[in-house]
């Protein structure tokens, strides 16, 4: 197969199997470039592309960024702080409003769960999702799986646990459904509270003792509170949530076997994770970081590739 199934990357949920080994095939490829002394291939020369970020985002938007700039695409970036969003504007007005420059591809942060399927119903352009409210965020899912990879040899068969905040997270959804579809086993652990009730329809298991999810995991995805999504307090202190669910190198290195260490960033040290843990070699935090900019690069090389022009 040389093509993806969709046009758009909306979420993980769209995809099949062939689509994330056709992407990973296009990132090795890409990551063998980009370690190149010139790091940049002209095959998107003719494609223009639009970041639009109505979300808040470090490692992400640099990451896009980097990818298209690395494909030689032309790259407009937007934040929302500064537009005139603020004034009112509706987003599909936005949009079109910058797709009337001419843009193929719409790069979009949203915190608005479905925000990029709406957009793609609505306007011109290929769409990539780069989270959606407490959605998805398929590219971290398939940097998180790439890496797995990368590491492990595969990610079919291995035993993987996302830990923390599994309420609000984006990564934690598209990471269920890209291990799922790859044949991994998959189980969450946090409080019960931070844990969505409807999750093991989603063929995955609850743990809520850490040491036990760590005992029988070969990967921890450690994820960040999302205070900035919580109305209400989902248990009674920082400082207990660490005790029961932060990992420190003490838990790791009780436990039989060697561990690999995930944290999609941004860290908070000593909360879901201690820094002598977080610097590792049994993280690979930022191996996770350098993925994401090939893994992005064959996203939007595959997507460009299917633009009618
Ligand atoms: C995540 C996000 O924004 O969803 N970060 C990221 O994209 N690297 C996770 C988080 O904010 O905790």
């Known amino acids: 197969m040389s093509e993806l199934s969709v046009n758009h990357l909306l979420g993980i949920k769209y995809l099949n199997k062939d689509d994330i080994n056709l992407i990973f095939e296009t990132a090795d490829h890409f990551k063998e470039v980009i370690n190149r002394p010139i790091k940049k291939v002209p095959s998107l020369r003719d494609i223009t592309i639009a970041n639009l970020f109505f979300e808040n985002s470090t490692r992400t938007r640099l990451s896009f960024e980097l990818a298209e700039k690395r494909l030689s695409a032309d790259v407009i970036n937007f934040s929302a702080a500064s537009s005139s969003v603020k004034k009112g504007e509706t987003l599909i007005d936005t949009v079109n409003n910058i797709l009337s420059?001419?843009?193929?591809?719409?790069?979009?942060?949203?915190?608005?769960?479905?925000?990029?399927?709406?957009?793609?119903?609505?306007?011109?352009?290929?769409?990539?999702n780069a989270g959606d409210g407490a959605h998805e965020h398929p590219t971290q899912a398939l940097l998180d799986s790439y890496s797995i990879r990368e590491r492990l040899g595969e990610v079919g068969g291995k035993k993987v646990v996302?830990?923390?905040?599994?309420?609000?997270?984006?990564?934690?959804?598209?990471?269920?459904?890209?291990?799922?579809?790859?044949?991994?086993?998959?189980?969450?652990?946090?409080?019960?509270?931070?844990?969505?009730?409807?999750?093991?329809?989603?063929?995955?298991?609850?743990?809520?003792?850490?040491?036990?999810?760590?005992?029988?995991?070969?990967?921890?995805?450690m994820l960040r509170v999302q205070n900035e999504r919580m109305e209400i307090s989902y248990f009674p202190s920082t400082r207990e949530y660490t005790q029961q669910y932060g990992v420190n190198k003490r838990l790791l290195d009780d436990l039989s076997k060697e561990i690999v260490i995930m944290h999609p960033g941004p860290i908070n040290r000593g909360v879901e994770i201690t820094s002598d843990v977080a610097d590792s070699s049994q993280a690979i935090i930022l191996d996770q970081v350098q993925n994401g900019v090939a893994v992005r690069m064959a996203v939007i090389y595959l997507l460009a590739s299917k633009i009618k022009r």
């Open 101 to 128: 420059m001419k843009v193929d591809m719409v790069v979009m942060r949203h915190p608005n769960p479905g925000a990029g399927v709406f957009l793609s119903k609505h306007v011109d352009a290929s769409i990539v």
């Open 162 to 221: 996302i830990v923390g905040d599994i309420l609000h997270s984006r990564v934690a959804l598209s990471n269920i459904f890209a291990l799922k579809l790859q044949g991994a086993e998959v189980k969450v652990c946090g409080p019960k509270t931070l844990i969505p009730k409807y999750i093991e329809k989603l063929g995955v298991e609850v743990e809520t003792n850490l040491k036990k999810a760590l005992e029988w995991c070969d990967v921890a995805n």
